[in-house]
């Protein structure tokens, strides 16, 4: 619902907002979540409680939108 404001540094806000404004559409959101989850797939495994889960996911302070666009989008 906030499309990762809060979330991402301001630069990378920006540049994922570029993203959906450049495909002209919303499914870059769904998309960067998926990557994210992917990312962090095993630290996910490991944790037991949601606190911990939380934790993971909202420090995406090393997240570089572009790159990993790119990289998903240019898999076969």
């Given at each position: 619902m906030r499309a ?23 499914e870059?959101?769904?998309l ?9 797939r095993?630290?996910l495994?490991q944790?037991v409680?949601?606190?911990?889960i ?8 090393s997240?570089?939108?572009?790159p990993?666009?790119?990289?998903t989008?240019?898999?076969d």
């Amino acid at each position: 619902m906030r499309a990762f404001s809060g979330h991402l540094p301001p630069e990378q806000l920006l540049i994922l907002w570029d993203l959906i404004l450049g495909y002209d559409s919303l499914e870059i959101l769904s998309l960067l979540a998926l990557i994210i989850l992917s990312f962090r797939r095993e630290s996910l495994m490991q944790v037991v409680t949601l606190e911990n889960i939380e934790a993971i996911l909202s420090d995406l302070s090393s997240v570089k939108v572009l790159p990993l666009i790119q990289l998903t989008l240019s898999r076969d």
